[in-house]
């Protein structure tokens, strides 16, 4: 976070921190820091205050408030004066006695502020100041003014600046147990897994078993599934066995269980991709619907207050204007079904301005008008917008982006697979996100898991198609 000053100070001052002593110090003599206040700058005095008043933290609350939005402890301000008292004017050995504070006017993420101390009033004997306080926002807004009483110091001091510990805030990762705690009282599905031919794919079929979220069908050849059962040690007692000569006899036959009302869901074995959406996507057989086939990756970081959903990162490799209209209502089915009402899209781009040179940003100002008038709905939707305008509410704020969805997104349509799928992975990897995916456009939901995936992400992906498949029982999509 940037700090600049707005009088001399010595040239040592990133490595040293000076005072000044009763003795050098006048009425009238000045000293301030400016700050540039973030979401992280909020968060962390939460933690260090206890203060959790939604009005600071929950974007959705404060929206609705009389504030329309986020805003600052008004403590915080207290603090940044208090910075300036002690390392500033008078400095290190000052003795803060009180602080009166008058909050003029909310402090939101973003703002810029100049934090300034001025001294009224010097008394010899005690060697005590009173100093005027003000915090000033960019557009020359006074946001708090106040008055401080310090005693101060007698003797010079010039000391090395300490080295502050960096702190990484987290944000607690409880998407799994809340998407569990959403699905499981549901009921479990019939979900037929297609070729679970390797330990992990078997497992993760019996995992979602034992989580009471499917009742799995298994669609493979009985022996080569029963030798793979009992190198892993799992049991295969009481399940249901479809048994196919291969693969792709496998994916056919999976489909055709869907077709005839014996599963609610598919689930991804062994076999390739390919070769599972080859069956699914057939014209004379498949479980086509009116709507393109996407994949949604749904994502909880460290680094963002919700999950959020990206798409797409899986099936459409470089989809045109139509595919990406259908990729965002699959998005926005997927949103509602987990419980956002009324999810925020950011269509995403390099830039947030329509360039005719960047078919990305063209692509995107063409959704928007789609949603304005009527062609996609359930969900606000805005874009172009760069990757950091539609997660950061302060660099939108910066960039002068107006936007419901800036900053705040609930769902990020990538221009094509290869930026997503990298997004998605990047976010995972370096990240710490935890992620689920489930595939939306077909009759039913299709969990495709990877072999990197985790135990907790492919029982999360299972959990999405519970929740998907009971809203198609009343809503087909």
Not at 34 to 44: K, M
Not at 136 to 146: H, K, L
Not at 183 to 190: Q, S, Y
Not at 223 to 246: K, M, Y
């Amino acid at each position: 976070m940037p700090t600049e000053t707005n009088t001399p100070v010595p040239a040592d001052a990133l490595q040293t921190v000076h005072n000044r002593t009763f003795d050098q110090i006048a009425l009238g003599d000045t000293e301030s820091i400016r700050r540039q206040l973030t979401a992280e700058d909020i968060q962390l005095f939460a933690i260090l205050s206890g203060d959790v008043n939604p009005q600071h933290l929950d974007a959705d609350y404060a929206a609705a408030s009389r504030f329309h939005g986020v805003i600052a402890h008004g403590m915080l301000g207290g603090a940044l004066i208090s910075a300036v008292l002690g390392t500033r004017l008078p400095g290190p050995g000052t003795i803060y006695l009180s602080q009166s504070l008058q909050f003029m006017a909310p402090v939101r993420i973003g703002d810029t502020l100049d934090i300034s101390v001025t001294v009224t009033e010097r008394e010899e004997t005690k060697k005590r100041l009173k100093l005027a306080c003000a915090c000033v926002n960019q557009d020359g807004v006074t946001v708090i003014r106040g008055e401080a009483q310090v005693i101060a110091p007698t003797e010079s001091v010039s000391r090395p600046r300490s080295t502050l510990p960096e702190v990484h805030l987290s944000a607690g990762n409880d998407g799994p147990r809340r998407l569990l705690a959403e699905a499981r009282p549901l009921g479990p599905i019939r979900m037929a897994v297609v070729h679970p031919c390797d330990a992990l794919s078997l497992s993760a079929a019996l995992d979602a078993q034992a989580a009471g979220l499917i009742t799995p069908i298994l669609v493979a050849p009985r022996t080569r599934l029963q030798a793979v059962a009992a190198e892993a040690g799992l049991s295969l007692d009481g399940l249901a066995i479809e048994d196919v000569p291969h693969s792709h006899a496998a994916a056919d036959r999976a489909v055709e269980l869907v077709q005839q009302g014996q599963a609610e869901a598919l689930m991804k074995g062994s076999l390739h991709t390919d070769e599972l959406m080859a069956a699914v996507v057939s014209a004379e057989h498949g479980l086509r619907t009116k709507r393109r086939i996407s994949h949604c990756f749904l994502m909880q970081t460290p680094a963002y207050p919700r999950p959020f959903i990206i798409t797409d990162a899986a099936i459409n490799i470089a989809p045109g204007l139509d595919a990406k209209a259908d990729i965002v209502r699959n998005a926005i089915e997927l949103a509602h079904a987990i419980g956002v009402a009324q999810p925020r899209v950011a269509i995403l781009a390099a830039v947030e301005t329509v360039n005719p040179a960047m078919p990305a940003t063209l692509d995107a100002a063409a959704l928007c008008k789609m949603a304005d008038r009527g062609q996609i709905s359930g969900a606000l939707l805005d874009g172009p917008l760069a990757f950091d305008n539609a997660v950061s509410a302060a660099a939108a704020h910066i960039k002068g982006i107006e936007s419901e969805v800036a900053g705040r997104a609930d769902v990020l349509v990538v221009p094509d697979l290869e930026s997503g799928n990298m997004l998605a992975k990047q976010l995972e990897y370096l990240g710490g996100a935890a992620s689920a995916g489930i595939v939306l456009g077909a009759r039913v939901p299709i969990v495709l898991t990877s072999r990197a995936d985790s135990r907790e992400s492919r029982i999360s992906s299972c959990a999405i198609a519970v929740l998907l498949a009971h809203r198609y029982r009343t809503t087909p999509p």
